[in-house]
T-cell receptor, first 116, second 118 residues
Framework: GAVVSQHPSWVICKSGTSVKIECRSL??????MFWYRQFPKQSLMLMAT?????????EQGVEKDKFLINHASLTLSTLTVTSAHPEDSSFYIC????????????FGPGTRLLVL | AQKITQTQPGMFVQEKEAVTLDCTYD???????LFWYKQPSSGEMIFLIY??????QNATEGRYSLNFQKARKSANLVISASQLGDSAMYFC???????????????FGAGTILRVKS
């Protein structure tokens, strides 16, 4: 149980285009989903927390107009990187939990984004 | 603010031996959870083990055990009988259980790269 999928697993796009990444909890209802960014050989950096049906809470320094997050249902959250630029190239990984504070976060397999 | 420290950037262990990955944490909140995740080269984050701050016994999950020393604020991961497939990056993380504003937001350490030698 506790499977989280992420799509696409990798994407290459031209500078200026927008890219949407989907995160789905396959076998449980995810009240809360988290989006992280990870650079090579570094730790995960939390970008935002999203609760189903409400606006996402962004971490300090993360541009909410650049990284649009929508948590439309209890099983789906999307991250849209708008007008992507080469510096947005990174590994983006989502996680989901049932919403109770003591619950474990289960992670998706991640999406590698390369902006040319 | 809470903080996780992993002081070992990299570790080597011989196959079939045990290895301990260090993790210390800092928080003034009495209610917290400690997690260990494994990240192989594929990038996925695999949940390994959880320890709650009020748990009386150390958590164990198969070959993984968490050496929880509350007074020292340490939560070391012990992997017994190492296997080649254990080679990966390992992250220690903490959540504040009483912080309803943030739910179970995790703070991660810098990670430790483990290499298992045959």
């Amino acid at each position: 149980g506790a499977v989280v999928s992420q799509h696409p697993s990798w994407v290459i796009c031209k500078s200026g285009t927008s890219v949407k990444i989907e995160c789905r909890s396959l076998d449980f209802q995810a009240t809360t989903m988290f989006w992280y960014r990870q650079f090579p050989k570094q730790s995960l950096m939390l970008m935002a927390t999203s609760n189903e049906g409400s606006k996402a809470t962004y971490e300090q320094g993360v541009e909410k107009d650049k990284f649009l997050i929508n948590h439309a249902s209890l099983t789906l959250s999307t991250l849209t990187v708008t007008s992507a630029h080469p510096e947005d190239s990174s590994f983006y990984i989502c996680s989901a939990s049932g919403g109770f504070v003591e619950e474990t976060q289960y992670f998706g397999p991640g999406t590698r984004l390369l902006v040319l | 603010a809470q903080k996780i420290t992993q002081t070992q950037p990299g570790m080597f262990v011989q196959e079939k031996e045990a290895v301990t990955l260090d993790c210390t944490y800092d928080t003034s909140d009495p209610s917290y959870g400690l997690f260990w995740y494994k990240q192989p080269s594929s990038g996925e984050m695999i949940f390994l083990i959880y320890q709650g701050s009020y748990d009386q016994q150390n958590a164990t999950e198969g070959r993984y055990s968490l050496n929880f020393q509350k007074a020292r604020k340490s939560a070391n991961l012990v992997i017994s009988a190492s296997q080649l497939g254990d080679s990966a990056m390992y992250f220690c993380a903490m959540s504040l259980l009483s912080d309803m504003e943030y739910g179970n937001k995790l703070v991660f350490g810098a990670g430790t790269i483990l290499r298992v030698k045959s």
